[in-house]
């Protein structure tokens, strides 16, 4: 069972980006899904903390860091606040 945090995306915004974050895979999946890898990333915006201090639940901080990294370079993060900023 995975532990909630306030600051967890809910299903209704997940819902709206589910396609912009989630990539067609050919292969296996990975370990850690990007709703998780997303949450974590949250976490740590909402709480000013490191990577290598998330709690042990959430994905490898490497993976995190990956994810935020990979997000950034495709332009999907900027999309994420533009999403963002038209919500109230």
Known sequence: MEKKYSS????????????????KRRGPKGKYTERSKLNALLYLLV????YRNLPSHFPAFR???????????????????????KKP
Do not use: C, H, P, R
């Open 47 to 50: 709480n000013g903390s490191s």
């Open 63 to 85: 993976s995190v860091f990956k994810f935020k990294k990979k997000l950034e370079n495709k332009g999907i993060m900027d999309k994420l606040i533009e999403i963002g900023k």
């Open 8 to 23: 967890d995306i809910t299903d209704e915004a997940y819902n709206e980006i589910k396609e912009i974050i989630e990539e």
